[in-house]
């Protein structure tokens, strides 16, 4: 990745953390890793809702939109490594998956938020 590229996409994390936090979620982890599987954003929405995000920012959509590049693989791996931290945390309310993408715009970004993108 280069280096204009990890930059958009920490712009972008920080975005979409602004994001959820405006819409009443609190945040409670920025980049979770478990081995080989990484969680954008870990964000708790009222007290019962796990909600753990995958941020896609793309500098345009000139080969497509953002949340398409979230792989099945990507998936796999996500899904892993919410198990991981719902034991680490002893979880045991709901959890759910969600997209936000954003792509640059002269206000500083277009963010979309796909809730349930996947199970």
Known sequence: MTH?????????ETAASAFLTSLGYAVLRQGYRHR????????????DLLVFVEVKTRSSTQYGFPEEFVTERKRQLFRLAAEQFQ????????????????????TGFRVEHFQDAFY
Do not use: K, M, N
Request: net charge negative; glycine share 10%.
């Open 87 to 106: 034991l680490e945390t002893d979880w045991h309310g709901d959890i759910r998956f969600d997209i936000v993408a954003l792509t640059p715009s002269s």
């Open 36 to 47: 080989r599987a990484e969680v954008d954003l870990i964000a708790q929405h009222g007290p």
């Open 4 to 12: 204009a590229a990890h930059e958009l996409g920490q712009a972008g």
